[in-house]
């Protein structure tokens, strides 16, 4: 019975960490200067950067979009995780996790 739950959450873990991995969160900025795509294991898959963004002589403005624009994706990619390992959670134990959901974020 443990053997058989341990391999479920096993086999469950595994599986999330692939939809994880195929994921992709797309996000750019308004005016669409900077885009990213990252992973939802968070890895960075694809930056863009515009030339007209270049082309403005600010690095510090560069710098800023940039950091706003990857910070929005990795909050995404960090809610669309908890959501997947709550789906995970729910598969392997039919009545949920009760008051243990607060370990996924």
């Known amino acids: 019975m443990l053997g058989d739950l341990m ?5 469950a873990k595994l599986e999330a960490q692939e939809k994880l991995k195929r ?6 900025d308004l005016n669409g200067w900077v885009k990213v ?7 960075i898959l694809d ?3 515009s030339k007209e963004l270049i082309d403005k002589g600010e690095p510090e403005l560069v710098e800023d979009v940039m950091t706003n624009v990857l910070n929005d994706a990795f909050t995404e ?8 390992m709550e789906d ?4 392997v134990m039919p009545g949920g996790l009760g008051g243990l959901k ?3 974020g």
């Open 7 to 11: 391999n479920r959450i096993e086999g």
């Open 23 to 28: 994921m992709v969160i797309s996000k750019s």
């Open 37 to 43: 795509e990252v992973s939802g294991l968070r890895q």
């Open 47 to 49: 930056i863009s950067i």
């Open 77 to 84: 990619a960090a809610d669309r995780e908890r959501e997947v």
């Open 88 to 91: 995970v959670a729910k598969e």
């Open 102 to 104: 607060g370990l996924f």
